[in-house]
């Protein structure tokens, strides 16, 4: 039985268990599958990038102090997180990833990062 490649439609040789004629067509196959399909995703995951690398450059270390200001003037964009942490006493952790931030008074802010 012939197969037909799934991405360009031509003759496959070969294994019969094969889905395309090259490494090429898969790869295109596979990055049209996965691309991210809409701008919101997009703008989203670089939305997550950004704020991680300023956690990350402003942490260096597991624990420390910031202002907002300073986390803003780089950028931050307070908004998009990947997940919140409540302590049993009430404390809420915003997390970007394993790296996290504590709105403190004033305009203080504790960062931590996760093991």
Same mark, same amino acid.
């Given at each position: 039985?012939?197969?037909?490649c799934?991405?360009?439609?031509? $003759?496959i040789?070969?294994?019969?268990?094969?889905?395309?004629c090259?490494?090429?067509?898969?790869?295109?196959?596979?990055?049209?599958?996965?691309?991210?399909?809409?701008?919101?995703i997009?703008?989203?995951?670089n939305?997550?990038?950004?704020?991680y690398?300023i956690? $990350?450059?402003?942490?260096?270390?597991?624990?420390?102090?910031?202002?907002?200001n300073?986390m803003?003037s780089?950028?931050?964009?307070?908004?998009?997180f990947?997940?919140?942490y409540?302590?049993?006493?009430?404390?809420?952790y915003?997390?970007?990833?394993?790296q996290?931030?504590?709105?403190?008074?004033?305009?203080?802010?504790?960062?931590?990062?996760?093991?």
């Open positions: 039985m012939e197969k037909n799934l991405e360009c439609n031509e $003759k040789k070969g294994r019969s268990d094969k889905k395309f090259s490494d090429a067509c898969r790869n295109t196959f596979n990055n049209n599958l996965n691309k991210d399909q809409t701008n919101l997009r703008n989203t995951n939305a997550l990038r950004k704020n690398r956690l $990350k450059k402003l942490n260096p270390n597991k624990k420390t102090k910031t202002t907002k300073k803003l780089s950028g931050f964009d307070f908004t998009v990947t997940s919140i409540t302590t049993k006493i009430g404390t809420v915003y997390f970007v990833y394993n996290g931030y504590l709105p403190l008074e004033k305009d203080f802010v504790a960062l931590v990062k996760r093991s």
